[in-house]
């Protein structure tokens, strides 16, 4: 991912502004996994983006129309895979920053 590195530096700093609220905690950690559900949706937009034409290109050359849709559903679960896995990850991320912020009270 091109990306990549910007978004570890975005959840860093969410971390460290919002340190108040992301507490390790159970509302923390669901804030901090909120916070990263949105930021992540907006990294699987741009990989949507980048990915798209290839993906189209693919499906025109599928024959069957069964075959299309299947191709379709598959490239939305990988797209919903990756965002959850991103979005547990950044979201630990960010507990960690709030964590180190706070001096580990």
Aim: overall charge positive; aromatic content about 16%.
């Amino acid at each position: 991912m091109r990306y990549h590195f910007w978004y570890v530096l975005i959840h860093i700093g969410l971390g460290l502004i919002g340190f108040q609220y992301f507490t390790w905690s159970n509302i923390g950690g669901i804030y901090a996994a909120l916070a990263a559900a949105l930021v992540q949706a907006y990294a699987i937009y741009e990989i949507h983006r980048d990915a798209k034409p290839k993906f189209a290109a693919a499906l025109a050359q599928e024959p069957s129309h069964q075959g299309r849709q299947t191709m379709e559903q598959d490239y939305k679960k990988r797209l919903t895979k990756v965002w959850f896995t991103r979005t547990c990850m950044y979201a630990l991320l960010t507990l960690i920053a709030g964590m180190a912020a706070r001096g580990g009270n």
